[in-house]
Every structure is written in structure tokens, then in C-alpha cells.
């Protein structure tokens, strides 16, 4: 998979906050937050990872149970090896629950769940059998899990993945067509959120 190459290379960033982090001091849980990250992607028949961009707002119900709400943008060519069929545009606002371990510490690890409505423009390409360019609002299911380093009380930096089973009818037109593509992708989020 071409996302763990780039998984890699956060590795030594995450490693070098763990020590701040592991501190054994305890941590209030803020409440509401708002912030932004980078999101990267890759689809099960994308010909390339491809890197986005993301707002969110976070709310802790208690000190394990938090919801988030989120807006994306991302970016993907569908291919099978032959080459390009489509290029999507796919613009998320999903709802996730999250379910955090050790609240009170700096290193907060969760798990998340949740669905959305993406609104997604495909346009075929290359040897794609289709016609112009079709956009359609889809409801998708996501899950994964994630960590969150908080550096002060008002203050998380957060790293999660997650996989969304996301499935244009523009990919099913190409798979029933008799393509070797799929549908869904994983995408993982570094962000940072700030709370009052």
C-alpha cells in the first residue's frame, strides 16, 4: 500500500512528541474545538495517494465519549493497470463518534465510527466506456481508530485512520463493464485542535 511509505516518515514526528506526551501529569478533558489538518488518501483502485484538506469540530461528551464533526476535500483517479478511467472530486461532511482511552493523560488513544454524506464528481477518462462528468450525493459508513498528544489543556495534536466504504455508481459502471477496479479508500488525518 503506498500510504505506509508516507506512515514512515510521521513516525519520528509522533516519536519525538511521545516523551512530552507520556508525562505523567493529568489532563482535564477541554470540551468544544475547532481545527484543521491535512488529510492523505488512497482508494483501493486509485493509481496514486493523494493529499487533502480538512475542518473539523470536536466535542468530549465525558472524558471518553467525544463526537466530531468534519468537511473535507480529496482528490483521486480511479485506474486498473492499463491505465486512467476517472477522476473524482469527492467533498465529505461526515459525523463521527470516538470512544478515547486514558482521558486523563497528554496520550490519548480512540477508537471512531460514524457516516456522512459525500458528494462526489466523476468524469471519465481514458478508456472509460461513459459519457460526461456526473455528480451524486452518497451515504457512506467510516471506521478506524487514532491518537490524540495533547501539549496543553487547550491544545491536541491528532493522528487517526480511517476507512470509508464509499461507493460511486461510477466505479460500480466500471466494475460491472468488466474493469479490475473497487470502491471505498482509507485516508489518514494529522491535524491539530484547539478548544476554549
Known amino acids: 500500500m503506498r500510504l505506509l511509505p508516507l506512515l514512515r516518515s510521521l513516525l519520528p514526528l509522533v516519536a519525538a512528541a511521545l ?4 508525562a505523567a501529569q493529568s489532563f482535564s478533558d477541554p470540551g468544544l474545538g475547532f481545527g484543521g489538518g ?3 488518501s488512497e482508494g ?3 493509481d496514486a495517494g493523494t493529499v487533502g484538506g480538512e475542518l473539523h469540530v470536536r466535542y468530549r461528551l465525558t472524558g471518553s465519549l467525544g ?3 468534519r468537511v473535507s476535500v480529496r482528490r483521486e483517479t480511479v485506474a486498473d493497470e492499463e491505465g486512467p478511467l476517472l477522476q473524482m472530486l469527492e467533498v465529505p461532511v461526515t459525523g463521527t463518534g470516538q470512544l478515547f482511552f486514558l482521558p486523563r493523560g497528554r496520550l ?7 457516516a456522512g454524506l459525500h458528494v462526489v464528481r466523476a468524469t471519465p ?7 460526461g462528468t456526473k455528480t451524486e450525493a452518497l451515504f457512506a459508513l467510516h471506521a478506524g481508530a487514532g491518537f490524540d498528544v495533547r501539549p496543553s489543556r487547550t491544545s491536541a495534536l491528532h493522528l487517526a485512520a480511517r476507512w470509508t466504504f464509499l461507493e ?5 459502471d466500471l466494475e460491472r463493464a468488466g474493469f479490475d477496479v473497487a470502491p471505498g479508500y482509507w485516508a489518514v488525518a494529522l491535524g491539530v485542535t484547539f478548544s476554549r
Open 108 to 114: 490519548q488513544p480512540y477508537l471512531l465510527a460514524g
Open 168 to 172: 460511486p455508481s461510477s466505479v460500480g
Open 125 to 131: 477518462e481514458g478508456r472509460n466506456p461513459g459519457s
Open 38 to 40: 491535512l488529510l492523505l
Open 44 to 46: 483501493q483502485s486509485a
Open 19 to 22: 516523551p512530552h506526551a507520556l
Open 67 to 69: 463526537i466530531e464533526g
